[in-house]
Nanobody, 124 residues
Framework: QVQLVESGGGLVQAGDSLRLSCAAS????????MGWFRQAPGKEREFVAA????????YYADSVESRFTISRDNAKNPVYLQMNSLKPEDAAVYYC?????????????????WGQGTQVTVSA
């Protein structure tokens, strides 16, 4: 069993920054892709960012490009999501996801493992 645990969420004002972390534990798996998704009330889960664990290539949703940065430390476990210039529309539960595959990483169905999520609230 693989567990993903997110941390770092909270309540901030518009324009502030937050850094989310995601740590994996449990059985070893081939972690090829790590991603962040978010889901606001009444909306579908949407892609935010992803990173190739081996190459470090990163991918972003248009809505967060230039404001968010996904990164990983190969020497350690976590994957991070640095969120700058937060907007009220960024408010959501943010989920970390992991996949042993390569492919269409913007789709939730691509990922095999999910964390429980961390709440991000942005006040205007």
């Amino acid at each position: 069993q693989v567990q993903l645990v997110e941390s770092g969420g909270g309540l901030v004002q518009a324009g502030d920054s937050l850094r989310l972390s995601c740590a994996a534990s449990g059985r070893t798996f081939s972690r090829n892709t790590m991603g962040w998704f978010r889901q606001a009330p009444g909306k579908e889960r949407e892609f935010v960012a992803a990173i190739s664990w081996s190459t470090g290539n990163t991918y972003y949703a248009d809505s967060v490009e230039s404001r968010f940065t996904i990164s990983r430390d190969n020497a350690k476990n976590p994957v991070y999501l640095q969120m700058n210039s937060l907007k009220p529309e960024d408010a959501a539960v943010y989920y970390c996801a992991a996949s042993s595959r390569v492919g269409f990483l913007r789709s939730p169905g691509f990922y095999e493992y999910w964390g429980q999520g961390t709440q991000v609230t942005v006040s205007a």
